[in-house]
C-alpha cells in the first residue's frame, strides 16, 4: 500500500505515524514504523483505525469533519 492520492490529516510520535484519509471510501488508514531496531524504522505498516481510535490519538476534534472533507 501506498499513500498517494491520500490525504495527510496529521502527525503524531515525533512524525513515527501520519494520519491518512482515504477519499474515495473515507477510511482512516494510519502509516506506522513499528520496526523501531530497523534503520528508518524498517518498512512501514498500515492500519484501518475507527474514528474513535484517530481522535483519541491524533487530539484532532473535528476529525468527523476531515473525514467528511469539510
Do not use: C, H
Not at 7 to 32: M, Y
Amino acid at each position: 500500500m501506498n499513500t498517494e492520492g491520500f490525504e495527510k490529516l496529521a502527525i503524531a510520535d515525533a512524525g513515527w505515524t501520519t494520519l491518512f484519509r482515504d477519499p474515495q471510501s473515507k477510511r482512516l488508514i494510519e502509516r506506522r514504523f513499528p520496526s523501531s531496531e530497523m534503520q528508518g524504522g524498517g518498512p512501514p505498516a498500515f492500519v484501518e483505525l475507527t474514528l474513535d481510535e484517530a481522535r483519541a490519538k491524533y487530539k484532532l476534534e473535528n476529525l468527523q469533519g476531515a473525514i467528511d472533507g469539510k
